[in-house]
């Protein structure tokens, strides 16, 4: 199975600030990585597919980037609404789809 | 817009059964694959289970496999979720979640979930 795995597990961010999110697979994934944000009580909701290109209705302060084992989601200038949590997913090497344990972006 | 709408959770005892349903109006169902993810209490996210667009082909977890089946009736824009000798580690919230083809890739749309209890 493909390990994914995010960091920081917590990442504290001003409001305005730019907040860089990691996710690394235990092996190349290419470029079947998804980015999902959730928040307290509700569903996933999907933000990047294909490691960089952003889902319909995304702001354009999310950017996704990386390939291979290492990939990147950065929201830049963050505001009030994008503090949640977010979730990487392959979906190169499957079953199973394999998805990350998580980073928690709160407000600093 | 996409809708998906999952019902059938609830609490049940140690080995027991539910079946979960996700109805899907909307959009051409039978166009897309289908995925069930779940989330225990406090937790990530983990994938459960697949099915290709016309049902054909199915994928499981390893915790779920021989316990678990997935199915849908693409008549009546439906996917289900029968789920046997319920352990629990089971207890979780289940999400349903389409895919953006035939073949299940990522998930473009979830529906709000149906949380399912076992007690033990």
């Known amino acids: 199975d493909i390990v994914m795995t995010q960091s920081p597990a917590t990442l504290s961010v001003s409001p305005g600030e730019r907040a860089t999110l990691a996710c690394r697979a235990s092996?190349?994934?290419?470029?079947?990585l998804a980015w999902y944000q959730q928040k307290p009580g509700q569903a996933p909701r999907l933000l990047i597919f294909?490691?960089?290109t952003r889902a319909t209705g995304i702001s354009a302060r999310f950017s996704g980037s990386g390939s291979g084992t290492e990939f990147t989601l950065t929201i830049s200038s963050l505001q009030s609404e994008d503090f949640a949590f977010y979730y990487c997913q392959q979906y190169y090497k499957w079953p199973p789809m394999t998805f990350g344990q998580g980073t928690k972006v709160e407000i600093k | 817009e996409v809708q998906l709408l999952e019902s059938g959770g609830g609490l049940v005892q140690r080995g027991g059964s539910l079946r979960l349903s996700c109805a899907a109006p909307g959009f051409i169902f039978r166009n897309y694959a289908m995925t069930w993810v779940r989330q225990a209490p406090g937790k990530g996210l983990e994938w459960v289970s697949s099915i290709t667009g016309s049902g054909g082909i199915t994928y499981y977890a390893d915790s779920v496999k021989g316990r678990f089946t997935i199915s849908r009736d693409n008549s009546k824009n439906t996917l289900f979720l029968q789920m046997n000798s319920l352990r629990a580690e089971d207890t979780a919230v289940y999400y349903c979640a389409k895919a953006e083809s035939r073949r299940p890739n990522w998930f473009d749309s979830w529906g709000q979930g149906t949380l399912v209890s076992v007690s033990s």
């Open positions: 294909d490691a960089s």
């Open positions: 092996q190349s994934v290419s470029s079947n």
